[in-house]
Nanobody, 121 residues
Framework: QVQLVESGGGLVQPGGSLRLSCGASGSILAITNMGWFRQAPGKGREMVATKPTGGRENYVEFAKGRFTISRDDAKNTVSLQMNSLKPEDTAVYYC???????????????WGQGTQVTVSS
């Protein structure tokens, strides 16, 4: 069993900041990638940022310069610092992790339950 639990969403005014956090727990042998997606009302889920283990951060265009992804591999956590937030950033944000549970399994993607971010005055 693997669980991803997010925290840190909420309501913020345009131009404000929020920090999202996500921790993975359970039966984990190795994590090869962690990141964040989001889904706005009426739209599909889209990638925000990812950070492979031992690799460099990847950002989609709208996140560059405003969002920063970071990981603590010792704690199996990933965070997303979001600055200069805009109303169009309003969405449910989901963390994900690519996890190998044991030596006999292949790595699979696991998702958190999502956390609402609302940017509004």
């Amino acid at each position: 069993q693997v669980q991803l639990v997010e925290s840190g969403g909420g309501l913020v005014q345009p131009g404000g900041s929020l920090r999202l956090s996500c921790g993975a727990s359970g039966s984990i042998l190795a994590i090869t990638n962690m990141g964040w997606f989001r889904q706005a009302p009426g739209k599909g889920r889209e990638m925000v940022a990812t950070k492979p283990t031992g690799g460099r951060e990847n950002y989609v265009e709208f996140a560059k310069g405003r969002f920063t992804i970071s990981r603590d591999d010792a704690k199996n956590t990933v965070s997303l610092q979001m600055n200069s937030l805009k109303p169009e950033d309003t969405a449910v944000y989901y963390c994900y992790a690519t996890i190998q549970r044991n030596g006999l399994s292949v790595a699979s993607n696991y998702w958190g339950q999502g956390t609402q971010v609302t940017v509004s005055s």
